[in-house]
């Protein structure tokens, strides 16, 4: 049966000042704002304070949360930058800090303690003893490593108090590279600096396979779906979920977060009438080869 | 003084990497690192090893650089127990998990944060020196000067690469191959052995070695080969960088290849003992001779072959049916 907590967070990930609109962003609790995959891309927020304070002002001003990115892999020369990033997200309202590496995380810890911290999935946490070993770093949520599977992700979540979000929706990101994939089509072009080719939808294909090419990350070529999947993750107690749209169009960030927005909605909504009607409860039946009593 | 550092995926590869002038060999057990269960030792095999290293005041280190379940965990301390009784120099790890157990339970022991942990910055070296570890593993692309500045303000050993090749990924940052094809072993003995998962321990189907066409939004093939033409990954040996790495205070040099046979080792070892004993006599004159590069390029088309050739047979195991053309 569905827990009766109501309340949950849909979040979504924006990279350029330009992307943020009311529109596109109305159907989320939570923004994660700038680019953690590459410091040399255009416009990304977290290479411009200016367009990260015009970036948190608005969001703030539609009523939403705010997580400031941190990157997946800072090099020496890099690290005053993103700690001044951070400075300045926090002075300006950052709700938490989105963290990919244990560096920043050691960083952030120290030098802004009051800070809520977001770890992101290229932590790479795969089992309860490293959750709980960063759980003394402020650690306010867990996106879990995409190999996890829900069974183990589960278990860190019964086993620690920190709150779990799970990407339902989007690309998923297959790892890092050490250099940007679409330099060579960049340099074709004869311009300095970066041309933002990671927004335009390359993708690599090979026989019936394929990966979306974005920088210094290759992306799945599928979403993945957990859509017809949220009943069972509400029940099991998830109440934060993570669309991935970082390098996707305006149109499919708004479409998307629409879709996801009423059904989990819908199925909180409706929880509170099946409690009404069956005050015993529900089950599946013998439909997952477990007891006929037992709720997926 | 740098420590030379070479692979061993048997019991003969280690005693080669030693008499040929390695300071330090890596060997795993089997089924319980970054590559396929054929390559590692069973507990008697690595017990003489230790030994081995011991009587010769060498290092013997153990990679234990998969990332793990709760129960693995358990087990695996059970093992280093072992190791440490035995002499073990020390651990490579990159789970938090059992990094933490280890240093906890086993201070004895050394720990070294394996290069899946891609520590690229001070802080992040400063992350694991706090949970007791005494050398990282520096990216390839990080130059001897960057290395040299998580060495002197980390104040942590710093291990670099010598000889091996650059994945499409970051090492420890990619989960590509299990995106297209995952598969449990059923014949593993201790532990749950997931093909395609590397950082699950299972080795990878080199998925990146196929032939990827790069096609625009419209549709259309702008290169055929894309990740070949882009030289995204290449063949890495850092022969005219000793010089800067001895300068740059690195602590071990790392040769990569524990898939490498047992003659390939000794070769290997052998000339990077010569030149690192050159470089450290003469850090800032250093330059690798004819016949050296030539050596390091004969083993380079060695190990190409035989690399090809396994490339060919993983990505045959998967969908993607493509030549692979990376000479």
């Given at each position: ?18 992307d943020?609109?009311?529109?596109q ?15 040399l891309?255009?416009d ?8 990260l ?6 969001i703030?001003?539609?009523?939403k ?24 997200a926090?002075?300006?309202g950052a ?5 990919s ?7 952030v810890s ?5 800070a809520?911290?977001h770890?992101?999935?290229y ?5 309860l ?18 190999e996890?599977?829900?069974s183990?992700?589960d ?16 690309k998923i990101p ?23 080719l990671c927004?335009k ?13 974005a ?10 779906c957990?859509?017809n999947?949220?009943?069972?993750l509400?029940?099991k ?7 991935e ?22 199925l909180l ?28 | ?10 019991e ?5 990497a030693?008499?040929?002038?390695a ?8 089924e ?10 069973d ?32 087990f ?9 009784k ?14 933490r157990e ?7 022991a ?10 690229s910055?001070v ?6 020196k ?6 990282v ?17 980390a ?9 091996g090749h ?13 995106y ?18 590397v950082?699950?321990g ?19 093939t702008?290169?055929?080969?894309y990740?070949?033409d ?22 071990s040099?790392?040769?990569?290849g ?5 003659e ?13 004993n ?13 016949a ?6 004969a ?6 072959c ?22």
């Amino acid at each position: 049966m569905l827990k009766k907590d109501n309340k949950f967070e849909l979040t979504t990930t924006i990279g350029r000042l330009k992307d943020i609109t009311v529109d596109q962003l109305k159907c989320y609790e939570a923004i994660y704002i700038g680019d953690p995959f590459c410091e040399l891309g255009r416009d990304n927020l977290l290479e411009d304070g200016s367009s990260l304070k015009k970036a948190i002002k608005a969001i703030k001003s539609f009523g939403k949360k705010v997580y400031l990115n941190t990157y997946v892999d800072p090099r020496p020369a890099m690290f005053d930058s993103v700690k001044h990033s951070v400075e300045t997200a926090l002075e300006f309202g950052a709700d938490a800090i989105g963290v990919s590496n244990l560096g920043v995380l050691r960083m952030v810890s120290k030098s802004f303690p009051k800070a809520g911290i977001h770890l992101s999935n290229y932590v790479r946490l795969f089992n309860l003893r490293s959750a709980i070993f960063v759980s003394q770093f402020n650690v306010k949520r867990i996106v879990p490593y995409p190999e996890l599977s829900l069974s183990e992700i589960d278990r860190i979540k019964a086993n620690t108090s920190i709150p779990m979000e799970l990407p339902v929706h989007g690309k998923i990101p297959l790892g890092h590279t050490e250099l940007c994939i679409l330099m060579p089509e960049q340099t074709k072009t004869k311009k300095k600096g970066c041309v933002a080719l990671c927004y335009k939808g390359y993708m690599l294909r090979s026989g019936g396979s394929a990966m979306k090419a974005a920088g210094r990350v290759a992306f799945s070529h599928k979403d993945i779906c957990m859509l017809n999947y949220l009943g069972m993750l509400l029940n099991k107690g998830y109440r934060h979920f993570r669309i991935e749209s970082i390098f996707e169009s305006g149109s499919y960030r708004r479409q998307i977060g629409e879709i996801y927005r009423q059904h989990i909605e819908f199925l909180l909504k409706n929880n509170d009438k099946f409690l009404r009607i069956n005050p015993e409860g529900i089950c599946n039946g013998f439909y997952f080869e477990k007891p006929g009593m037992e709720y997926v | 003084m740098i420590k030379l550092l070479s692979p061993a995926g048997c019991e003969e590869a280690v005693y080669a990497a030693f008499e040929n002038g390695a300071d330090a060999v890596y060997v795993a057990p089997v089924e319980w690192s970054r590559r396929i269960a054929a390559f590692g030792l069973d507990d008697e095999g690595m017990r003489r090893c230790i030994e081995y290293a011991k009587a010769y005041n060498k290092e013997l280190r153990v990679p234990l650089n998969a990332y793990l379940q709760e129960e693995d965990i358990d087990f695996l301390l059970g093992k280093i127990e072992n190791y440490v009784k035995w002499g073990v120099t020390g651990i490579i790890a990159a789970d938090l998990g059992l990094m933490r157990e280890i240093h906890r339970l086993f201070p004895q022991a050394k720990l070294y944060a394996s290069a899946a942990c891609g520590v690229s910055n001070v802080e992040k070296a400063l992350f694991f020196k706090d949970m007791g570890v005494c050398e990282v593993v520096a990216p390839y692309s990080l130059t001897p000067e960057e290395m040299a500045i998580i060495r002197k303000e980390a104040d942590i050993g710093v291990e670099a690469f010598i000889h091996g090749h650059l994945d499409f990924n970051q090492c420890g940052y990619c989960w590509m191959s299990t995106y297209f094809q995952r598969k449990v072993f059923e014949e593993a003995k201790e532990r749950k052995y997931i093909i395609g998962s590397v950082n699950r321990g299972g080795g990878c189907y080199r998925i990146c070695r196929a032939q990827w066409k790069l096609v625009n939004n419209k549709g259309k093939t702008i290169n055929e080969d894309y990740l070949k033409d882009g030289k995204t990954f290449y063949f890495y040996y850092g022969l005219d960088l000793l010089g800067r790495y001895v300068q740059a205070g690195i602590t071990s040099l790392k040769i990569m290849g524990r898939s490498y046979n047992v003659e390939m080792v000794r070769r290997i070892t052998k000339l990077y003992r010569s030149l690192l004993n050159r470089a450290l006599a003469d850090p800032v004159g250093f330059k690798p001779e004819e016949a050296e590069v030539k050596e390091a390029n004969a083993l380079e088309s060695m190990r190409f072959c035989l690399w090809q050739t396994k490339c060919q047979e993983l990505i045959g195991k998967t969908s993607l049916k493509n030549r692979i053309n990376h000479a």
